[in-house]
């Protein structure tokens, strides 16, 4: 079991930049595949991005070249670049955590609260 706690989300106007970050506790943080989800108002939780231990990123098509997945095993956190950020871009953004690697797939067992992120 890990406990994730993001943070980073804030206001921002289009076409601006945020960086997410999720700090993990837990035992062998290394093993863990990290993914970021986001959930817009009255739409359903979406994936955004996942890393696995390798390093190897996937992404969501709406965010390719846009955001930016990775992390930092010594400090037990995921990051998430968010550049040219737009409006549709609003939503709560949640980080997870799993031993098996799930990609862009929601079967994670360890979520975050989530961190709310708006652009306008």
């Known amino acids: 079991h890990v406990q994730l706690v993001e943070s980073g989300g804030e206001s921002e106007q289009a076409g601006g930049s945020l960086r997410l970050s999720c700090e993990g506790s837990?035992?062998?943080?290394?093993?863990?595949?990290m993914g970021w989800f986001r959930q817009a108002p009255g739409q359903q939780r979406e994936a955004v991005a996942a890393i696995d231990t390798t390093g190897s990123a996937t992404y969501t098509h709406s965010v390719a070249g846009r955001f930016t997945i990775s992390r930092d095993n010594a400090k037990d956190t995921p990051y998430l670049q968010m550049n040219n950020l737009t409006v549709e871009d609003t939503a709560i953004y949640y980080c997870?955590?799993?031993?098996?690697?799930?990609?862009?797939?929601?079967?994670?067992?360890?979520w975050g609260q989530g961190t709310q992120v708006t652009v306008s």
């Open positions: 997870a955590a799993d031993v098996v690697n799930f990609q862009l797939a929601q079967p994670y067992t360890n």
């Open positions: 837990g035992r062998t943080y290394d093993k863990w595949c």
